[in-house]
Nanobody, 119 residues
Framework: QVQLVESGGGLVQSGGSLRLSCAAS????????TNWYRQAPGKERELVAT????????IYVDSVKDRFTISRDNVKNTVYLQMNSLKPEDTAVYYC????????????WGQGTQVTVSS
């Protein structure tokens, strides 16, 4: 019902920037919130940021506050994660996640995009 396609990952030096994109298709009107998760090798998956459909409510994990910015463009049906001042500890696979509510609540995940930050 909803498909998520991520892009923008890559290799960057410490202190650099990357902009991740999550393009959604399908039942777009049913998406109530979109999240970015990340999972580093040997660690559990971590919620990084959340944005509601209106785009006025955002939540960040403490470790990325003032460095990462989540936003959405409802015309393009795309959610972004702007990552600045990247650190090696930001290295992980980043996943887009959408919550869709109709008669039931469903969860959809993107395929993930690798972010590697070198020292």
């Amino acid at each position: 019902q909803v498909q998520l396609v991520e892009s923008g990952g890559g290799l960057v030096q410490s202190g650099g920037s990357l902009r991740l994109s999550c393009a959604a298709s399908g039942f777009i009107s049913g998406i109530s919130a979109t999240n970015w998760y990340r999972q580093a090798p040997g660690k559990e998956r971590e919620l990084v940021a959340t944005v509601t459909r209106a785009g006025l409510s955002t939540i960040y994990v403490d470790s990325v506050k003032d460095r990462f910015t989540i936003s959405r463009d409802n015309v393009k049906n795309t959610v972004y994660l702007q990552m600045n001042s990247l650190k090696p500890e930001d290295t992980a696979v980043y996943y887009c996640h959408a919550i869709v509510t109709t008669v039931i609540t469903s969860n959809y995940w993107g395929q993930g995009t690798q972010v590697t930050v070198s020292s």
